[in-house]
Protein backbone atom coordinates (compact mmCIF):
# COMPACT_ATOMS: atom_id res chain seq x y z
CA UNK A 1 0.00 0.00 0.00
CA UNK A 2 1.59 3.09 -1.26
CA UNK A 3 -1.06 5.89 -1.48
CA UNK A 4 0.69 9.52 -2.72
CA UNK A 5 0.13 12.19 0.27
CA UNK A 6 0.75 14.61 -2.20
CA UNK A 7 -2.00 14.34 -4.08
CA UNK A 8 -3.66 17.56 -4.80
CA UNK A 9 -7.63 17.66 -4.22
CA UNK A 10 -10.26 20.11 -4.44
CA UNK A 11 -11.97 21.55 -1.66
CA UNK A 12 -15.25 23.17 -3.06
CA UNK A 13 -13.11 24.53 -5.62
CA UNK A 14 -9.94 25.53 -3.15
CA UNK A 15 -6.90 23.40 -4.53
CA UNK A 16 -5.57 21.74 -1.67
CA UNK A 17 -2.17 20.46 -2.24
CA UNK A 18 -1.60 17.27 -0.42
CA UNK A 19 -3.76 14.77 1.70
CA UNK A 20 -2.53 15.88 5.12
CA UNK A 21 -4.62 18.42 7.01
CA UNK A 22 -4.03 20.16 10.62
CA UNK A 23 -6.87 19.98 12.83
CA UNK A 24 -8.45 22.42 14.89
CA UNK A 25 -7.81 22.56 18.51
CA UNK A 26 -8.60 25.23 20.70
CA UNK A 27 -6.22 26.35 22.71
CA UNK A 28 -3.67 24.81 20.34
CA UNK A 29 -4.47 26.00 16.81
CA UNK A 30 -2.55 29.51 17.24
CA UNK A 31 -1.05 31.03 13.61
CA UNK A 32 2.52 29.78 15.23
CA UNK A 33 1.06 26.39 14.92
CA UNK A 34 -0.61 26.73 11.82
CA UNK A 35 2.34 27.99 9.96
CA UNK A 36 4.85 25.77 11.65
CA UNK A 37 2.25 22.91 10.04
CA UNK A 38 2.57 23.86 6.84
CA UNK A 39 6.21 24.09 6.58
CA UNK A 40 6.22 20.36 7.93
CA UNK A 41 3.86 19.24 5.20
CA UNK A 42 -0.22 19.77 6.12
CA UNK A 43 -1.57 20.92 2.40
CA UNK A 44 -4.76 22.35 4.95
CA UNK A 45 -4.74 24.18 8.38
CA UNK A 46 -7.48 25.39 10.47
CA UNK A 47 -8.18 27.66 13.28
CA UNK A 48 -9.22 26.67 16.47
CA UNK A 49 -13.66 27.34 16.57
CA UNK A 50 -14.24 30.89 16.93
CA UNK A 51 -17.46 31.60 18.60
CA UNK A 52 -19.83 33.52 16.44
CA UNK A 53 -21.18 35.67 19.49
CA UNK A 54 -17.91 37.12 20.24
CA UNK A 55 -17.88 37.96 16.44
CA UNK A 56 -21.45 39.70 16.86
CA UNK A 57 -20.12 41.58 19.71
CA UNK A 58 -16.78 42.90 18.39
CA UNK A 59 -15.34 41.00 21.23
CA UNK A 60 -11.34 41.72 20.70
CA UNK A 61 -9.84 38.76 21.88
CA UNK A 62 -11.99 36.63 19.59
CA UNK A 63 -11.26 38.92 16.17
CA UNK A 64 -7.70 38.19 17.03
CA UNK A 65 -8.56 34.60 15.79
CA UNK A 66 -9.27 36.29 12.21
CA UNK A 67 -5.91 36.94 11.81
CA UNK A 68 -4.48 35.46 8.62
CA UNK A 69 -0.81 35.33 7.71
CA UNK A 70 0.32 35.24 4.29
CA UNK A 71 2.21 31.77 4.62
CA UNK A 72 -0.08 29.72 5.99
CA UNK A 73 -3.01 29.39 2.78
CA UNK A 74 -5.27 27.47 2.08
CA UNK A 75 -6.68 27.91 5.44
CA UNK A 76 -9.92 27.39 6.72
CA UNK A 77 -11.41 29.75 9.83
CA UNK A 78 -13.73 27.47 11.82
CA UNK A 79 -16.94 29.42 13.40
CA UNK A 80 -19.15 27.64 15.59
CA UNK A 81 -22.66 28.94 16.98
CA UNK A 82 -26.56 28.07 16.70
CA UNK A 83 -28.06 31.50 15.44
CA UNK A 84 -28.28 31.12 10.99
CA UNK A 85 -27.86 35.11 11.16
CA UNK A 86 -24.99 35.24 13.24
CA UNK A 87 -23.17 32.13 11.35
CA UNK A 88 -23.72 34.39 8.04
CA UNK A 89 -22.31 37.47 9.45
CA UNK A 90 -19.61 35.84 11.04
CA UNK A 91 -18.99 33.45 7.39
CA UNK A 92 -18.81 37.22 5.79
CA UNK A 93 -16.12 38.43 8.48
CA UNK A 94 -14.16 34.94 8.03
CA UNK A 95 -14.10 35.71 4.43
CA UNK A 96 -13.34 39.40 4.81
CA UNK A 97 -10.29 38.41 7.11
CA UNK A 98 -8.67 36.38 4.14
CA UNK A 99 -9.29 32.35 4.64
CA UNK A 100 -10.04 30.39 1.84
CA UNK A 101 -12.72 28.12 3.41
CA UNK A 102 -14.98 28.45 6.23
CA UNK A 103 -15.10 25.65 8.42
CA UNK A 104 -18.63 24.90 10.66
CA UNK A 105 -18.10 23.39 13.78
CA UNK A 106 -21.27 20.50 14.58
CA UNK A 107 -18.56 18.11 16.83
CA UNK A 108 -17.58 19.92 19.83
CA UNK A 109 -18.91 17.97 22.84
CA UNK A 110 -18.13 20.63 25.68
CA UNK A 111 -21.46 21.27 27.48
CA UNK A 112 -20.24 24.88 27.59
CA UNK A 113 -20.88 25.22 24.02
CA UNK A 114 -23.50 22.20 23.68
CA UNK A 115 -25.69 23.72 26.01
CA UNK A 116 -25.91 26.82 23.65
CA UNK A 117 -27.23 24.43 20.66
CA UNK A 118 -23.76 24.61 18.77
CA UNK A 119 -21.41 22.48 18.37
CA UNK A 120 -21.94 18.75 18.84
CA UNK A 121 -25.48 19.00 19.69
CA UNK A 122 -26.55 20.40 15.86
CA UNK A 123 -26.13 16.37 15.08
CA UNK A 124 -29.43 15.63 17.16
CA UNK A 125 -31.46 19.16 15.08
CA UNK A 126 -30.77 18.46 11.72
CA UNK A 127 -33.24 20.84 10.36
CA UNK A 128 -31.09 23.64 12.52
CA UNK A 129 -27.52 22.23 11.09
CA UNK A 130 -29.33 22.79 7.55
CA UNK A 131 -30.72 26.35 8.17
CA UNK A 132 -26.94 26.72 9.49
CA UNK A 133 -25.13 25.67 7.02
CA UNK A 134 -27.87 26.85 4.00
CA UNK A 135 -27.17 30.46 6.02
CA UNK A 136 -23.18 30.35 5.86
CA UNK A 137 -23.05 28.93 2.21
CA UNK A 138 -25.25 31.91 0.62
CA UNK A 139 -23.68 34.54 3.05
CA UNK A 140 -20.21 33.82 1.46
CA UNK A 141 -18.53 32.79 -1.52
CA UNK A 142 -15.98 30.41 0.09
CA UNK A 143 -16.78 26.80 -0.03
CA UNK A 144 -18.29 25.76 3.27
CA UNK A 145 -16.79 22.49 5.18
CA UNK A 146 -18.61 21.02 8.29
CA UNK A 147 -16.26 19.17 10.90
CA UNK A 148 -18.48 16.47 12.64
CA UNK A 149 -18.90 13.69 15.70
CA UNK A 150 -20.44 10.38 14.55
CA UNK A 151 -23.46 11.50 16.64
CA UNK A 152 -24.21 12.44 20.49
CA UNK A 153 -24.51 9.02 22.00
CA UNK A 154 -22.42 6.06 22.08
CA UNK A 155 -22.16 4.03 18.94
CA UNK A 156 -24.31 6.51 17.34
CA UNK A 157 -24.86 6.82 13.27
CA UNK A 158 -26.12 9.84 13.07
CA UNK A 159 -23.58 11.39 11.09
CA UNK A 160 -24.94 9.45 8.09
CA UNK A 161 -28.17 10.85 7.81
CA UNK A 162 -27.31 14.53 8.96
CA UNK A 163 -24.05 14.35 5.79
CA UNK A 164 -25.85 13.91 3.17
CA UNK A 165 -28.47 16.18 4.01
CA UNK A 166 -25.10 19.01 4.97
CA UNK A 167 -24.32 18.65 1.27
CA UNK A 168 -28.13 19.17 -0.05
CA UNK A 169 -27.80 22.05 1.94
CA UNK A 170 -24.84 23.49 0.83
CA UNK A 171 -21.49 21.76 2.33
CA UNK A 172 -18.76 21.20 0.12
CA UNK A 173 -16.44 18.98 2.27
CA UNK A 174 -16.98 17.17 5.71
CA UNK A 175 -14.73 16.15 7.95
CA UNK A 176 -15.56 13.40 10.32
CA UNK A 177 -14.16 12.47 13.68
CA UNK A 178 -15.86 8.87 14.00
CA UNK A 179 -16.22 9.27 18.13
CA UNK A 180 -19.48 10.48 19.83
CA UNK A 181 -19.92 13.13 21.60
CA UNK A 182 -20.27 11.19 24.87
CA UNK A 183 -16.97 9.55 24.07
CA UNK A 184 -15.22 12.91 24.30
CA UNK A 185 -11.59 11.43 23.49
CA UNK A 186 -12.02 7.71 24.62
CA UNK A 187 -11.83 4.53 23.11
CA UNK A 188 -10.89 4.54 19.35
CA UNK A 189 -12.16 6.82 16.13
CA UNK A 190 -14.05 3.98 14.28
CA UNK A 191 -13.42 4.95 10.80
CA UNK A 192 -15.74 2.29 8.74
CA UNK A 193 -17.82 4.65 9.60
CA UNK A 194 -15.72 7.48 7.89
CA UNK A 195 -16.05 4.97 4.93
CA UNK A 196 -19.96 4.52 5.31
CA UNK A 197 -19.52 8.18 4.74
CA UNK A 198 -17.22 8.56 1.88
CA UNK A 199 -20.06 6.35 -0.45
CA UNK A 200 -22.74 8.41 0.83
CA UNK A 201 -21.66 11.83 -0.58
CA UNK A 202 -20.22 13.09 -3.64
CA UNK A 203 -18.25 15.62 -1.90
CA UNK A 204 -15.03 14.99 -0.53
CA UNK A 205 -14.07 13.77 3.05
CA UNK A 206 -11.69 14.57 5.73
CA UNK A 207 -10.64 11.47 8.01
CA UNK A 208 -10.13 13.31 11.49
CA UNK A 209 -9.23 10.73 14.85
CA UNK A 210 -5.97 8.73 15.59
CA UNK A 211 -4.00 9.03 13.14
CA UNK A 212 -1.05 9.39 14.46
CA UNK A 213 1.63 7.72 11.42
CA UNK A 214 2.06 7.01 7.86
CA UNK A 215 1.42 3.69 8.60
CA UNK A 216 -2.02 4.61 9.90
CA UNK A 217 -2.90 7.27 7.63
CA UNK A 218 -2.14 5.19 4.82
CA UNK A 219 -4.38 2.76 6.06
CA UNK A 220 -7.29 5.05 6.86
CA UNK A 221 -7.06 6.51 3.64
CA UNK A 222 -6.86 3.29 1.48
CA UNK A 223 -9.81 1.63 3.65
CA UNK A 224 -12.30 4.57 4.14
CA UNK A 225 -11.48 6.42 0.41
CA UNK A 226 -11.50 9.63 2.20
CA UNK A 227 -9.69 12.69 0.48
CA UNK A 228 -7.43 13.53 3.23
CA UNK A 229 -6.53 12.66 7.13
CA UNK A 230 -6.10 15.08 9.79
CA UNK A 231 -3.76 15.41 12.79
CA UNK A 232 -4.48 16.72 16.05
CA UNK A 233 -3.33 15.36 18.84
CA UNK A 234 -0.14 14.11 17.82
CA UNK A 235 1.20 16.97 16.19
CA UNK A 236 1.24 18.73 19.71
CA UNK A 237 4.55 19.69 20.08
CA UNK A 238 5.65 17.42 17.57
CA UNK A 239 5.56 19.23 13.71
CA UNK A 240 7.73 16.05 13.11
CA UNK A 241 5.07 13.68 12.81
CA UNK A 242 3.92 15.33 9.79
CA UNK A 243 6.70 15.01 8.56
CA UNK A 244 6.87 11.45 9.33
CA UNK A 245 3.50 11.35 7.56
CA UNK A 246 4.30 12.63 4.28
CA UNK A 247 7.32 10.25 4.06
CA UNK A 248 10.52 11.42 6.05
CA UNK A 249 11.10 9.63 8.86
CA UNK A 250 13.90 11.39 10.32
CA UNK A 251 14.07 12.39 14.00
CA UNK A 252 14.65 15.40 15.24
CA UNK A 253 17.97 16.31 17.05
CA UNK A 254 17.75 17.85 20.16
CA UNK A 255 18.75 21.60 18.98
CA UNK A 256 16.17 21.01 16.38
CA UNK A 257 13.46 20.55 18.86
CA UNK A 258 14.62 23.55 20.99
CA UNK A 259 14.65 25.39 17.87
CA UNK A 260 11.23 24.86 16.36
CA UNK A 261 10.37 25.53 19.99
CA UNK A 262 11.82 28.77 20.59
CA UNK A 263 10.32 30.34 17.28
CA UNK A 264 6.46 28.94 18.24
CA UNK A 265 7.40 31.15 21.12
CA UNK A 266 8.49 34.21 19.87
CA UNK A 267 5.34 34.01 17.36
CA UNK A 268 3.26 33.27 20.28
CA UNK A 269 4.10 36.60 22.03
CA UNK A 270 4.13 38.44 18.79
CA UNK A 271 0.57 37.35 18.75
CA UNK A 272 -0.63 36.64 21.99
CA UNK A 273 1.42 39.31 23.86
CA UNK A 274 3.94 38.41 25.99
CA UNK A 275 1.62 37.78 29.24
CA UNK A 276 -1.13 35.75 27.53
CA UNK A 277 1.95 34.00 25.80
CA UNK A 278 3.40 33.16 28.78
CA UNK A 279 0.82 31.12 29.89
CA UNK A 280 -0.30 29.71 27.03
CA UNK A 281 3.11 28.22 25.94
CA UNK A 282 3.45 26.16 29.58
CA UNK A 283 1.74 23.25 27.88
CA UNK A 284 4.06 23.34 25.08
CA UNK A 285 7.36 22.85 26.89
CA UNK A 286 5.94 19.13 27.79
CA UNK A 287 4.64 18.44 24.47
CA UNK A 288 7.89 19.50 22.35
CA UNK A 289 10.57 18.43 25.49
CA UNK A 290 8.62 15.05 25.72
CA UNK A 291 8.69 12.05 24.27
CA UNK A 292 12.37 11.14 25.33
CA UNK A 293 13.82 14.55 23.98
CA UNK A 294 14.82 15.78 27.39
CA UNK A 295 14.37 14.70 31.02
CA UNK A 296 11.35 15.06 32.64
CA UNK A 297 13.05 17.75 35.49
CA UNK A 298 13.89 20.07 33.11
CA UNK A 299 10.36 19.82 31.86
CA UNK A 300 9.14 20.83 34.54
CA UNK A 301 11.73 23.54 36.11
CA UNK A 302 10.57 25.46 32.86
CA UNK A 303 6.85 25.41 33.59
CA UNK A 304 7.64 27.69 37.05
CA UNK A 305 9.97 29.95 35.26
CA UNK A 306 7.36 32.89 34.77
CA UNK A 307 8.85 34.38 31.97
CA UNK A 308 9.33 33.67 28.27
CA UNK A 309 13.18 35.05 28.41
CA UNK A 310 13.78 32.76 31.57
CA UNK A 311 12.26 29.75 29.56
CA UNK A 312 14.12 31.00 26.19
CA UNK A 313 17.53 31.27 28.75
CA UNK A 314 16.68 27.75 29.82
CA UNK A 315 16.21 26.05 26.90
CA UNK A 316 18.99 27.65 25.01
CA UNK A 317 21.54 26.33 28.40
CA UNK A 318 20.35 23.39 27.44
CA UNK A 319 20.82 22.85 23.75
CA UNK A 320 23.34 25.98 23.06
CA UNK A 321 23.44 24.75 19.04
CA UNK A 322 19.72 25.65 18.79
CA UNK A 323 21.00 29.13 18.42
CA UNK A 324 22.08 27.93 15.05
CA UNK A 325 19.00 26.13 14.01
CA UNK A 326 17.13 29.03 15.06
CA UNK A 327 19.08 31.58 12.93
CA UNK A 328 18.22 29.43 9.74
CA UNK A 329 15.04 29.06 10.92
CA UNK A 330 14.92 32.88 11.40
CA UNK A 331 16.21 33.40 8.05
CA UNK A 332 13.82 31.05 5.95
CA UNK A 333 11.03 33.05 7.55
CA UNK A 334 9.00 35.67 5.29
CA UNK A 335 9.71 39.23 6.69
CA UNK A 336 7.22 40.16 9.73
CA UNK A 337 6.93 43.50 8.64
CA UNK A 338 5.90 42.74 4.91
CA UNK A 339 4.73 39.20 4.43
CA UNK A 340 2.99 38.62 7.62
CA UNK A 341 0.00 40.39 8.28
CA UNK A 342 -1.00 40.03 11.76
CA UNK A 343 -2.89 43.57 11.91
CA UNK A 344 -4.49 42.93 8.12
CA UNK A 345 -8.13 42.90 9.79
CA UNK A 346 -10.25 45.65 7.86
CA UNK A 347 -11.07 48.39 10.04
CA UNK A 348 -14.82 47.87 9.70
CA UNK A 349 -14.19 44.48 11.12
CA UNK A 350 -13.17 46.39 14.20
CA UNK A 351 -16.50 48.27 14.39
CA UNK A 352 -14.75 51.21 12.61
CA UNK A 353 -12.53 51.32 15.14
C1 LIG B 1 -7.22 20.26 22.78
C2 LIG B 1 -8.17 19.99 21.66
C3 LIG B 1 -8.93 21.01 21.14
C4 LIG B 1 -9.81 20.77 20.08
N1 LIG B 1 -10.50 21.82 19.55
C5 LIG B 1 -11.27 21.60 18.45
C6 LIG B 1 -11.89 22.70 17.80
O1 LIG B 1 -11.74 23.87 18.18
N2 LIG B 1 -12.67 22.42 16.71
C7 LIG B 1 -12.84 21.15 16.24
O2 LIG B 1 -13.56 20.95 15.26
N3 LIG B 1 -12.23 20.11 16.83
C8 LIG B 1 -11.44 20.31 17.91
N4 LIG B 1 -10.79 19.25 18.46
C9 LIG B 1 -10.90 17.91 17.85
C10 LIG B 1 -9.75 17.67 16.85
O3 LIG B 1 -9.85 18.56 15.76
C11 LIG B 1 -9.76 16.23 16.32
O4 LIG B 1 -10.95 16.00 15.60
C12 LIG B 1 -9.68 15.20 17.45
O5 LIG B 1 -8.68 15.58 18.39
C13 LIG B 1 -9.36 13.80 16.92
O6 LIG B 1 -8.17 13.80 16.20
P1 LIG B 1 -6.74 13.33 16.84
O7 LIG B 1 -6.93 11.91 17.35
O8 LIG B 1 -5.79 13.42 15.69
O9 LIG B 1 -6.40 14.26 17.96
C14 LIG B 1 -9.93 19.47 19.55
C15 LIG B 1 -9.16 18.44 20.08
C16 LIG B 1 -8.28 18.68 21.12
C17 LIG B 1 -7.45 17.54 21.65
Not at 200 to 220: E, F, M, N, T, W
Request: with cysteine.
Amino acid sequence: MNIDLCEHWSLGGVDVPGRLVLAPMAGVSVQAFRRQGRRYGAALVCSEMVSVAGIQHRNERTLGYLRVSSDEHPLAIQIFGSDPSAMAEAARMVEAAGADVVDMNFGCPVRKVTKTGAGASLLDDPELACRLVEAVATATSLPVSVKMRRGVENGSRTCLVVGPRLVEAGASSLTLHPRSAKQMYTGTADHSVTAELVELVDVPVIASGDIVSRARAQSVLATTGASAVMVGRAAQGNPWVLREIMGDDREPSREEVVAELLLFMRETVRELGEQRASGFLKKFYGWYLGRGRFPRPFKQELVVLRTVPEVEAALLGAAPGARFVLERLLSEQPDPTTEVLLDSLPISLYGGG
